[in-house]
């Protein structure tokens, strides 16, 4: 069974602070997602990377996709309030049946 | 407005009692699936649908049914509830199915069905 490790589990920060999660496997990824879900809601797609050392900016948050197409991390420059919510990873592995596999979760806390 | 929508959006019943929960997207979508989600194990896929009439179980498929007779709904059917499915259901959409190859598409999901069974 594949599993996506995703690290920390919580994170509660001030203001302003830089923060990086982390996204693990031991499997090779065709693709992998980010989505953010906020309370109440579903949720909603980030972005989506494809290529081994793909690097892909979303105003303050970066997304790295790692060389071995294993890992990816989001990077949040100067965190807000606004950006507090349940940061998910989604990794599609490719072979004869493809499968999305969510990760665990990150729970990220902005205290204004 | 493009969106998935689910109902009940709470639900609290008792062991055994059937119930359904419904989904509908407006966006005319190929795909479709049912998720779980529990404290620190993340989205589990229940059953998905790759279009009308097709239908396959995902991890966690016991005690579920799904039906796919139109391309816009999906229900999730708990015939004999039992307090182990307590949790937050999600449903998901995408124009296409992870699945095919190459295809990277988004899952759009609904607002979610926090179920309570007692």
């Known amino acids: 069974t594949q599993l996506l490790e995703q690290s920390p589990q919580f994170l509660s920060i001030q203001e302003g602070e830089n923060l990086t999660v982390y996204c693990n496997s031991s499997?090779?990824?065709?693709?992998l997602q980010w989505y953010r879900q906020e309370p109440g809601e579903g949720p909603v797609l980030l972005v989506t990377v494809v290529t081994g050392g793909e690097v892909k900016k979303l105003k303050r948050l970066t997304f790295q996709f790692g060389d071995a197409r294993k890992d990816s991390s989001l990077h949040i420059t100067a965190a807000q309030p606004g950006d507090t919510g349940l940061y998910l990873c989604?990794?599609?592995?490719?072979?004869?049946?493809?499968?999305?596999?969510f990760g665990t979760g990150t729970l990220l806390a902005v205290q204004p | 407005e493009a969106q998935v929508t689910q109902n009940p959006r709470y639900l609290i019943t008792v062991t055994g009692k059937k119930l359904t929960v419904t989904c509908s997207q407006n966006m005319n979508h190929e795909y479709m699936s049912w998720y779980r989600q529990d404290p620190g194990l993340g989205l589990r896929q229940i059953y998905y649908?790759?279009?009308?009439?097709?239908?396959d179980k995902g991890d966690v498929p016991e005690g579920y049914k799904v039906s796919r007779k139109e391309k816009r709904n999906f229900p999730l059917i708990l015939e004999s509830p039992s307090p182990n499915q307590t949790s937050l259901y999600f449903c998901?959409?995408?124009?296409?199915?992870?699945?095919?190859?190459?295809?990277?598409?988004?899952?759009?999901f609904g607002e979610g069905s926090r179920l309570t069974v007692l």
């Open positions: 499997s090779v990824f065709s693709s």
């Open positions: 998901a959409s995408s124009l296409k199915s992870p699945l095919r190859t190459g295809n990277t598409g988004e899952l759009f």
């Open positions: 989604a990794g599609l592995y490719g072979g004869a049946t493809n499968k999305l596999i």
């Open positions: 649908s790759m279009n009308v009439e097709v239908t």
